[in-house]
């Protein structure tokens, strides 16, 4: 995060793929580092103040990202003496239990500043204004830093008025909201009198999920999904219906950014046959910066399309199939297939390049945008969270028939691959439609559900997936767990768990566990594998490297689990 006046630098660095980080300042002219506040700190959510020497930051104070608190430091001061401005207790005006996540926002112009306190699993993405999963918002003037225990904070919206993204202008909060609108729409709130029931729409919902909003100039750009797509809008500030601006590719926002002074704003946008482009937005359409150098892969050759696999309760679920342009449909083609299918997070369109090897050898590569994801919203979300879990296991098996119906490939060719959560459909596919799969590839998963309360980040997902203090939560756990499904003399397939020794999300128990367990159980002969990253965590922080044999691995292992089906 870059300072005000351009001077400083602020970057969270982790060691060994860990995510707890330390927060390093770099001197923008020289490369140097200033300072660095030491770890514990995990996304900092780091705000800048307009005087460009002191920001806040959160952090996580103990284990089990429990009584996590945001705090002050000025630059040059020691970082065990940053002023506490967040934390339970603190303030009477917020009230915190020990799970919560208080984050401190400082908008880059006006007079107030916000507090976002998250009750879910999810901190914010890309921990700014975005992605925000069962949050409260407060507004108080910036004033009230000087005193953050007398600061008079005032509420804006609680859990039930569904806030997942906000931007701010000088006197203006515009919040996204799930509420009365099970695909978002974005209302507008005066900071000065910060009452939600004199609220204004002023995006209304549609068929597309609003995702976020940002503050351009006068006038406000709105992001949409649109079943995994992004779309772009752009309305006046002072009202007016929100205009499409036309996309160069359909793909996918993934990052985007605007500058508090000046009306324009960048957008990273990519496909999954595109490789990403940096556009400027000017208040009237979007235009190529040339700042991002061309991928020197040729996907020219290479096919995406979405199609609509009919789930078993009749609902559509999107399906995008990427592939050689010239592949046929005999049934017999190598095919991956996977899908995450949690916490709203949708499925975007990426480039990968080093599938291209993939699609020569007449590889397919399907992703299901499942329920539990964010592909319409939170109301697909929802159809897949908690005790509708299953709905996530389901879908992805009924993709995956859906695949092998249209002569993509066959069971003997066709594999599962899931990432984290993704090891909720893959995990629970495996265990329920064993003879469906040549392979599962499960990286840093969660199967073993029933247990995933008492680990370090086990407490904030209570909300995503129950908890087994309660009868409803240990039904919903059980349903999704895959080690209890395992069954003795069962012909699984072939099977590769990965973990990261340092992974602080799914700790590695979990995928040993579940790989003991099928060695012990598997009547097939196939192989049952763990791969264990020994300076590696949950993926977000791996080297190049790491990534690249981690995918030799993968489709290694694919591989010859195609040809021992055969």
Sequence with gaps: MPSPDGRHVACAVSASGSEDSSIHVIDADSGALRETIPPTTRFAFLSWLEDSRSFVYHRYVKRHRLDSRSLLHQLGADPAQDTVVLARGLNPHVELTPRDRPFLVVPPHGEWMLAIVSHGALSPWPWTSEQLSDCTVYVAPRAGLADPAACPWRLVAGVADGVTAFATSHDTLYLVSHRDAPRSHVLAVPLAVPDLSRARVVVPAGERAVEAVRVVGDRLLVRDLDGGVSRVRHAPLSGGEPADLPMPVDGAILEWTTHPARPEALLLVAGWTDAPRLYRYDGQSLQDTGLAPRSPVDFGEVHARTLHAPARDGTP????????????????????????????????????????????????????????????????????????????????????????????????????????????????????????????????????????????????????????????????????DAYLRVGDGVPYPAVLLTTGLHDARVPPWQPAKLAARLQAATASGRPVLLRVEEHGGHGAGSTRDQEHALLADVLAFLLHAFEASR
């Excluded at 159809?383 to 859906?402: L, N």
Aim: with cysteine; hydrophobic share 40%; glycine share 14%.
């Design 317 to 480: 679920i999107p399906l995008t199939v990427i592939h050689h342009k010239d592949l046929e449909l005999d049934g017999d083609n190598p095919a991956v297939l996977t899908g995450y299918g949690s916490h709203g997070i949708p499925d975007l369109p990426e480039f990968h390049p080093e599938l291209l090897a993939w699609y020569e050898l007449g590889g397919v590569y399907a992703v299901a945008h499942l329920r539990g994801g964010g592909a319409y919203g939170r109301e697909w979300h929802e159809a897949g969270r908690g005790e509708r879990k299953e709905a996530t296991i389901t879908d992805f098996i009924d993709c995956a028939e859906h695949l092998i119906a249209l002569g993509y490939t066959r069971p003997g060719r066709l594999a599962g691959q899931g990432v984290s959560g993704g090891g909720i459909p893959t995990g629970g596919a495996l265990v329920r439609r064993p003879e469906l799969w040549a392979a599962m590839a499960i990286q840093v998963p969660t199967v073993n559900a029933t247990r995933n309360e008492f680990t370090e980040s086990g407490p904030i997902n209570v909300p995503e997936f129950g908890s087994v203090n309660t009868e409803e939560g240990l039904r919903a756990l059980l349903i999704i």
